[in-house]
């Protein structure tokens, strides 16, 4: 198996772009990463990248090796997985990245069911509110919240998760509860937005009669952590766009209320992504069914008897 390791370490250093970064992937170290791809330079005889203290860049058999090597590692992959019983021995590892909200709620509380249920397969957990690349960071899965149109991967919906506008009664007490999203605007409210490295503009599209409008909000918080945002709410410091389920406890609670409900919030999606040569590894089947049966029942018991809205 080292050819194939060493075929495996150059694909990641391809798609990664770093000996450090594809030695990390694989839990090596980078001399055992670099090792790997002069070994496979040797066998070759020919250079695959071109190297100097501060950059890595592939050469043009390492272009042309990369695409064979590719399906190479997708063919062993498959046979691997056909030869494995799916009841009795599903083995490997899978690599899984969710938002911080959904992993921290109803994902990482089942990995260790899972594990239980299957001992031979880990599961390596990543959990971001940035979007992910599945084919340039290694992951089999990721799930994903928010509305996906075109996209090249398989997408499974997990559920339709409304959304909602809230703040804390002592914001509402100290700026006025807006009626709408006019109101948000013209009055200038402090809006708490999620906002990413790249993202060039505030905007929330919010129901109207009319239909979808969008709105320019602002406010001086902002981050890339949702449950940050949460937190400001609830310390009064202005106004969150949530799904109802991650704030469904403090809305029965009421230490947040909902604002603006004459121009409520769009629904979004819950999805599991996958590529699809990935879906054909019993291992994946297996984890995305056990996961999303459970994340249904979580969400659905999440926000049993909540109403929100005028």
Not at 259 to 264: I, L, R
Request: charged content about 25%.
């Amino acid at each position: 198996m080292s050819y194939v390791n060493n075929i495996r370490m150059f694909v990641r250093v391809y798609e990664l772009g770093s000996m450090s970064a594809a030695a990390r992937d694989q839990r090596t170290s980078a001399a055992v990463a670099s090792a790997r791809i002069s070994e496979l330079e040797k066998h070759l005889g020919v250079r695959l990248f071109n190297r100097t203290t501060r950059s890595l860049q592939p050469t043009e058999n390492g272009r042309i090796f990369y695409e064979g090597a590719r399906k190479v590692l997708e063919a062993i992959d498959e046979a691997e997985a056909a030869v494995i019983d799916v009841t009795q021995n599903p083995r490997g590892s899978i690599f899984v990245a969710a938002p911080l909200g959904i992993g921290r709620r109803f994902i990482a509380p089942h990995v260790p069911v899972f594990k239980d249920a299957y001992p031979l397969i880990d599961v390596r957990l990543r959990l971001s509110d940035r979007n992910v690349d599945l084919t340039a960071e290694g992951l089999d899965v990721a799930f994903h919240l928010g509305m996906l149109e075109d996209s090249t991967l398989k997408i499974r919906l997990i559920a339709d998760c409304p959304r909602v506008l809230c703040a804390a009664p002592a914001y509402v007490e100290r700026r006025g509860m807006p009626a709408d999203g006019a109101a948000l605007v013209a009055d200038r409210h402090d809006c708490l937005n999620l906002r990413f490295p790249g993202a060039k503009e505030f905007q929330w599209t919010l129901q109207t009669p009319d239909g979808p409008r969008r709105y320019e909000i602002g406010g001086p918080f902002e981050s890339d952590d949702g449950d940050v945002l949460t937190g400001w709410a609830l310390d009064g410091r202005g106004i969150v766009l949530k799904p109802i389920f991650e704030i469904a406890d403090h809305l029965r609670a009421g230490r947040l209320i909902p604002v603006a409900t004459g121009t409520p919030p769009l629904p979004t999606q819950l999805s599991v992504l996958t590529q699809h040569r990935r879906l054909r590894d019993p291992k994946i089947r297996l984890f995305n069914d056990f996961m999303v049966a459970r994340i249904k029942a979580d969400l659905a018991a999440q926000v049993e008897g909540l109403k929100v809205g005028p």
